[in-house]
């Protein structure tokens, strides 16, 4: 997809639509949709933010595992971004963690719109086996994921690229992975125009 479409793209209007507490509450498909979805904290509200260029579009907390809701919001009349809660928070009971597969699990396999996942993973910490299991969740309910590494800001460039060599060698094992890597920064913008392409390419024309 250009570069000048993906601008224009996520230059438009971005609205929350709602927020679905259970898979019987989710709206409509009327949309394209991608879902996001990381480890509590991996940074996932600030690059929602940094895509549409909105401070306040989704929630920044410093409460890891605070977004409990499948949230929606409406880009333009092309594609719908999909806030799924943030998984492995270690002050989060066993009992959660079991809500939290039931409920993305439930998402995942009732959205035939959904055109592809959004899989975060904190450069600084690399696949962690938290992040394993929702990658086997994925690859299980066949759904395509993008890899993409948040807060790379906070490498050296040689660190960088190290784990980014290391994130696309695992994904490739992985029969759902979408064989490409993003490495963002939302904080510096890296990453964010590359991610934006990949996006729009989902979208509706």
């Given at each position: 997809?250009?570069?000048?479409f ?12 709602c ?18 979805v ?31 809701e ?14 799924l809660?943030g ?29 592809r ?73 890296d990453?964010?125009d ?12």
């Amino acid at each position: 997809m250009s570069p000048e479409f993906a601008r224009k793209l996520f230059a438009q209007s971005c609205d929350f639509v709602c927020g679905a507490p259970a898979v019987e509450n989710l709206p409509p498909q009327t949309l394209p949709e991608v879902a996001f979805v990381g480890r509590s904290n991996v940074g996932k509200s600030s690059l929602l933010n940094a895509l549409v260029n909105r401070r306040t579009l989704a929630r920044v907390s410093n409460t890891p595992g605070r977004t409990r809701e499948i949230n929606f919001f409406r880009l333009g009349d092309a594609l719908m971004l999909v806030d799924l809660p943030g998984y492995g928070y270690a002050r989060a009971s066993k009992s959660l963690a079991a809500e939290w597969q039931r409920q993305i699990t439930g998402y995942l396999t009732a959205r035939a719109n959904l055109r592809r996942v959004v899989l975060l993973i904190d450069a600084r910490r690399g696949i962690m086996p938290i992040d394993r299991e929702a990658m086997a969740l994925l690859d299980r309910a066949a759904v395509s994921y993008v890899p993409v590494l948040t807060k790379t800001d906070k490498l050296k460039a040689t660190e960088r690229a190290e784990i980014t060599a290391s994130v696309a060698a695992e994904a490739q094992t992985h029969a759902a992975a979408y064989p490409e890597i993003v490495a963002t920064s939302a904080e510096k913008g890296d990453g964010i125009d590359a991610l934006r392409q990949h996006l729009a390419a989902l979208a509706r024309p």
